[in-house]
């Protein structure tokens, strides 16, 4: 093993004259659905889209050496599955044959709860969706696969750069009491129960020219809460744009060079919300499940700003500052070496381990079918269920979910004693209509880039979680500390939470112990199991079986074993689909008007700061998605009378609103907002929508805009 050891470090450092890879860099629009679909994460039914505040991006990162290549992409979704993996590779092959497989390819979520669901297939997750939405898959799979083959038009070559940085000031835990069940010793070996460290990549042409970076820091993408209405890619996603706009100071959102990735990774139990949860009307501490609030209000986290968008905005900026020193600071470290790829599906159900407990105990453990416990329904403090949740109820006090279980068949007693200290409330494992509702077979993969190794994992990791998971990776590839391992969260695959056994544990703990990290609203120690140890899928040796698992994959790239046995296929569910919603069949203008018609002006004068509107008659945007495109313009006169394009709907300071304004006659409404920034320009103004109408039978569609009278900025 030494020698073995010896030959994959000397392979890692030894580089050649020019020690430069190609690289590729590409960026494309996936925004499903702007109205009518619910938004997938927060499981809120009556969450449906009426608009767009920002745009859903795709950002490539292809990396070659003389011998293997590696493909990298970060997308402003909710969650990730092997179908649209499976799809992407299918249209990549038809233009690229050969180049991307299961093995080198990445696609990772970066879990924004604000975008358009219904393209999961697993019944669980397109429950609140109202079932499949394959306008949703079909904008997601077209944009991605656009941004790989734009990256792989752009390959020349340059140079990578790691760099790292602690940020505080974004994140705290949302289960500090679930990270205390962690075994003391361990926690001693880090300073905060959340990881606070960024790891950036950076990737500059041949000549030194900024390409792109990608960065990964774990924190939910839940600062737009679950009453937005508007897609959004949230904290991160903005992050991005910032980023971009000062890369690309000349360019549209989305269309520039150089591009930004912020990364989820193992994000699980870290919420952005840092004011903390709180009783929405009275205003006192609270939690989920534990101390709650009064039956007439919700247990809610927010912060750092007054609303939502205040913390979005705020999150992002402090994202961006960060990692924009990270670029252009010292020091920080060239990448050099080969490129290595390897990945391998597992049946978690048939998996099984041996595992050390903190006592120093060998236990046996095995994966269960998969189950979701009663603290599931109640959500989190960044997106509390319908309701309050006491911890240790058997009743989900939620009424979706009790519709669910009483439709689903109870749990098996193999299945109860399987998933030990979680109370059921579904055994989605164990009920197959009309569809499967959670996966059981998941992806495993591991990438390594010179010093640099990715992780990408089929979920959201706690923090423990992944810092064992780098741990393990460090211990057979890492032993003298020269590489950095990232944790690239719902990767290929989602399959829920992960936990560590010791988290997944319904125990009661130290009142005091446990006010050092959050304050309750009364002194009461609770038997807890959380919302992330509810929701780890396959019981509590989950993590203990990823370890295996990643150990595994790093023992065979460091064996050059790069062909594993590829494991079993996932099932194929498009076949089995089902849906609810029901298809726009036609668009009618109101009384007296055409499509494009705009019905209300902005004012004739307007200063910086000010919001602006407008009112156009509109067609649904479910008939055209506008890939590529926009619902709105803010446009600027000219010295020699040209209309120049100031902001499209994929700018923060503008919102695209849509709204129904008679079912019958399917007549409806977009309200267009520009907000004008400090840094306009003074001049003469005009807003314009664009959108599809349908025809009455037949479903053909006829294309329309309007333009708003002109206004002046002063």
Known sequence: MFKLRFIFLLSLWITTAHSLYKIGIGIADVTGPAAGVTFLGYGKVEQTGEGIHLRQFSRAFLIEDS????????????????????????????????????????????????????????????????????????????????????????????????????????????????????????????????DKTMVQLKFESESGTPLGVINWYAVHATSMNNTNRLVSSDNVGYASVLFEQKMNPESFIGKGRFVAAFASSNLGDVTPNIKGPRCQKSGKPCDIPGPSCDANELCVASGPGDDMKESTRIIARRLFARAYELMVGKPITEIVGPIKSIHQFIDMTTEEVDYKTPGGETVKGKGCKPAMGHTFSSGTIDGPGLFS????????????????????????????????????????????????????????????????????????????????????????????????????????????????????????????????????????????????????????????????????????????????????????????????????????????????????????????????????????????????MTFLTVERLTDDLKWDVVATDANWETEFLWKTVSWFWAS???????????????????????????????????????????????
């Open 67 to 194: 011998t293997s290549r590696t493909a990298f992409v970060s997308i402003d979704s909710a969650m990730m599955g092997d179908h649209i993996k499976k799809e992407v590779l299918k249209k990549l092959n038809e233009k690229l044959p050969g180049l991307y497989d299961t093995n080198n390819l990445m696609l990772s979520s970066t879990h924004t709860h604000s975008t358009p669901g219904g393209y999961m297939l697993h019944m669980l997750f397109d429950l609140s969706t109202l079932g499949y939405v394959q306008q949703t898959l079909n904008c997601l799979v077209k944009g991605i696969t656009l941004s790989i083959l734009r990256a792989h038009d752009k390959l020349d070559y340059g140079r990578i750069f790691v760099n790292k940085g602690e940020l505080n000031g974004i994140s705290i835990s949302r289960s500090p009491q679930s990270y205390l069940l962690n075994p003391e010793a361990e926690r001693a070996q880090y300073e905060h129960n959340v």
């Open 389 to 628: 949740f006491e911890a240790g109820s058997k009743s989900s006090n939620n009424p979706l979910w009790d519709i669910v279980t009483n439709f689903v068949p109870k749990p098996s007693p193999e299945q109860v004693k399987c998933h030990a200290e979680k109370s059921i409330l579904i055994s989605t494992g164990e009920f197959n209509y009309p569809l499967a509702w959670s996966p059981k077979i998941v992806s495993t993969q591991l990438a390594v880039i010179g010093q640099l190794i990715i992780a990408c994992v089929p979920g959201e990791f706690t923090t423990m979680s992944g810092r064992r998971v780098r741990k393990a990776i460090r211990e057979v590839l890492c032993k003298n500390s020269w590489c950095t391992v990232v944790i690239a969260g719902l990767c290929n695959t989602y399959s829920d939470y992960i936990t560590t056994p010791e988290e997944y544990k319904v125990r009661t703990i130290d009142y005091n112990l446990y006010l050092a990290f959050a304050c309750l609203c009364s002194k009461q120690s609770n038997p807890l199991q959380r919302y992330e140890g509810a929701s780890t899928l396959f019981g509590p040796y989950t993590l203990p079986i990823y370890l295996k698992q990643y150990s595994k994959l790093a023992k065979a790239l460091l064996n050059g074993d790069e062909k594993l046995d590829p494991g079993p296929e996932p099932a194929d569910l498009k076949s089995d689909v089902w849906s609810l919603l029901p298809t726009p069949m036609y668009d009618t203008p109101m009384s007296r008007h055409n499509f494009g018609d705009c019905i209300e002006q902005p004012p004739y004068t307007a200063k910086l700061g000010q919001t602006v509107k407008a009112k156009f008659v509109s067609g649904n945007p479910r008939n055209n998605p506008m890939l590529e």
């Open 668 to 714: 409806s409404v977009a309200e267009i907002k520009w907000t004008i920034p400090e840094d306009t320009t003074p001049g003469l103004y005009r807003i314009r929508h664009f959108g599809y109408f349908k025809y009455f039978g037949g479903g053909r569609l006829g294309r329309y805009f309007g333009t708003s009278e002109t206004f002046k900025v002063t």
